[in-house]
């Protein structure tokens, strides 16, 4: 059977999952939904448990990797997010804003970005500096007498979203890669500090600048006018 071309381009990626149940049903709720790119950071070895709670969710437990490190496992991916109870309003941290699974989903799936999904251990989750490399936070309104969700059903709701925004959407943009990013954001810190901005404030510029691109998820085009913009700035100014 084909498998959804849009699905491809979405992977899931545990971090130290320490119940093999648990993996076993992130595996079985993954084909529910047409996805298979399955990644292991440190998780729990296989048992009888995550077979049988995977139930002919098999194969994507046999095409599953395992990774030492999570910068290993999202190395080849454009944007991370993340899925975590709490969420942070202050602009100072690099933790996204908070937007829910169907806000997330429409992104996405519009993007045609490669897209890693990532969530945490059963006990505490993600831990911060975990967050901070995630581009979104992707979090689940439920009942505060108890929000905390299990992570296959958590994974369960967002892959349903994805699922139903990817039916009758093509992907329309080119979107730049992690590492056209990085050499953005990195231009962007090189022409602010040969500026003459206060040093003071370098850090939390940065941590701004980055949060609004993953925000504007630039396209390919967008990247290089930019690129553009800001070399020629640099240039400006080691001229004076």
């Known amino acids: 059977m084909a498998r959804a071309k849009h699905t491809a381009k979405i992977s899931v990626v545990l971090v130290e999952v320490k119940s093999p149940g648990n993996i076993g049903a992130i595996a079985r709720v993954m084909k529910n939904f047409g996805f298979h790119d399955l990644r292991l950071v440190n998780c729990a070895p296989f048992a ?28 080849d991916l454009d944007f991370v997010a993340a899925t975590s109870a709490r969420s942070s309003d202050k602009e100072n941290e690099f933790i996204r804003h908070a937007i829910s699974p169907r806000k997330f989903a429409e992104i996405a799936i519009k993007s045609g970005a490669k897209i890693g999904i990532m969530l945490g251990r059963e006990d505490y989750g993600l831990m911060l500096h975990e967050l901070r490399i995630a581009d979104f936070l992707i979090t689940i309104p439920a009942s505060p007498e108890y929000p905390v969700m299990n992570v296959s059903h958590a994974l369960a709701i967002i892959l349903y979203e994805l699922y139903m925004s990817q039916r009758d959407t093509k992907p329309k943009r080119r979107e730049c890669t992690a590492e056209e990013k990085e050499r953005l954001i990195e231009q962007f810190v090189k022409v602010m500090k040969i ?30 006018r930019l690129m553009g913009v800001l070399s020629t700035i640099e240039k400006a100014l080691k001229r004076k």
């Not at 995550?50 to 910068?71: N, W």
């Not at 850090?203 to 998820?217: H, S």
């Open 48 to 75: 009888d448990e995550t077979y049988m709670l995977a139930m002919h969710a098999r194969d994507v437990l046999e095409e599953s990797r395992r990774f030492d490190t999570l910068k290993d496992a999202t190395a």
């Open 195 to 224: 500026s003459g901005f206060p040093e003071y404030k370098w850090d939390k510029t940065e941590v701004m600048f980055r949060k609004m691109i993953a925000r504007a998820m630039p396209t390919k085009w967008e990247y290089h």
